[in-house]
């Protein structure tokens, strides 16, 4: 299975709630318009048009968890609260179905609909409460409760129905609208609800045991079609190819050559390749690659290592294979959740048909 951390060792990484080991801002999910400084903690908007966001670096499925956020610049629209894996961050973040924040003139949003009403500013400070467990999130604004009593358990916007796991996240519009976020490594500016823990820099814990679909994301790439040769997936390192039974599917721009059953024919000198967004090309407005297996149903799988080769030609071929993919799994082949973000690949062999890296997820 996809070795993830125990959900007691989440709690005990966080006890006391202040401390260090919590997390920060993603770089790597962070958009280009976003400055991030100060360790990763403060997000400043640095263009005046569009929307942007910021989403830090470990998500929650489990426990009592808080965050705290200062308004530095309140100057254009923001949101602050929490996304779920699978959530659109470049909506905005108060229509989307993925995520509960609290929005600067709106109050508490989710799904285009005002749950409770407030207001922010620059100087202001909002807490984030999530009980993940039992699907609540509360806000409080200055230190004052806005939506309920998060030790009680009452009040609080429902996360019921909402994705497994839960990431906080900033949203920012306009020149200077920034903010710095406080997930427990210094002292809280109000010292809130007993009970929640700092954001620790431990990421979720999902049983993964068993799932029905597997997606590669293609997060990083050389090229604007995306190639591989052969695709396996196993539960020691160099065993058997458990995708058998199942279904390829693929998803980006279209079909750049081949097909997806020379995935699984055991063969390197065939291969798939898929049009996803990218620079120098008509292409690089699609949606990002990705290649996926459908087993049918749900079942136990205990993936614990993936493996890819590289396709068979010259003229720089090498290049169009991933350096970073996402891993992503789905109950029903429809909701998709990121389970195993970034995982790398080294710089393929040039020229060398059937090069194969495997790593351990």
Not at 260 to 268: C, E, F, H, I, V
Not at 294 to 313: E, Q
């Amino acid at each position: 299975m996809f070795p993830f951390p125990n959900p007691a060792l989440e709690v005990a990484a966080a006890s006391g709630g202040v401390g260090s080991g919590n997390t920060a801002l993603d770089p790597a999910d962070n958009s280009a318009t976003i400055t991030l400084s100060n360790s990763n903690l403060t997000a400043t908007k640095n263009a005046t048009s569009g929307s942007a966001w910021s989403v830090a670096a470990h998500g929650k499925a489990t426990g009592k968890w808080r965050f705290q956020a200062t308004i530095v610049s309140a100057g254009g629209d923001m949101s602050v609260g929490l996304m779920g894996v699978g959530g659109e961050p470049a909506e905005y973040l108060g229509s989307c179905s993925r995520a509960i924040c609290y929005n600067k003139n709106n109050g508490v949003l989710t799904s285009r609909s005002t749950q409770f009403a407030g207001t922010f500013t620059t100087g202001d400070v909002i807490d984030v409460y999530a009980d993940v467990g039992a699907g609540k999130v509360w806000f409080a604004k200055n230190g004052t409760l806005v939506n309920g009593d998060p030790v009680a358990g009452t009040g609080g916007t429902s996360m019921s129905g909402m994705p497994k796991a839960w990431y906080p996240v900033v949203y920012l519009s306009g020149a200077s609208t920034a903010v710095t976020l406080n997930f427990g490594d210094a002292a809280w500016v109000y010292s809130g609800s007993t009970g929640y823990n700092g954001w620790s820099a431990v990421d979720y814990a999902i049983d993964l045991t068993t799932f029905r679909s597997l997606r590669m994301g293609i997060a990083s790439l050389g090229y604007y079609a995306h190639a591989l040769a052969e695709w396996e997936l196993m539960t020691t390192s160099g065993g058997s190819n458990i995708l058998t039974g199942g279904t390829l599917g693929y998803g980006s721009g279209g079909v750049a050559g081949g097909s997806t059953a020379n995935l699984l024919d055991g063969n390197t000198t065939t291969w798939f390749a898929v049009y996803g967004g990218d620079s120098n090309t008509s292409n690089q407005n699609q949606p990002p690659a990705w290649i996926g297996y459908d087993f049918g149903s749900n079942g136990t799988r205990n993936a614990a290592y993936l493996a890819l080769r590289s396709r068979d030609g010259g003229g720089g071929a090498q290049t169009q294979c991933p350096t970073l993919i996402d891993i992503y799994l789905s109950d029903d082949n429809s909701a998709f959740w990121k389970v195993k973000p970034r995982v790398a690949f080294s710089a393929w062999g040039a020229n060398t048909p059937g090069d194969r890296q495997e790593v351990a997820l």
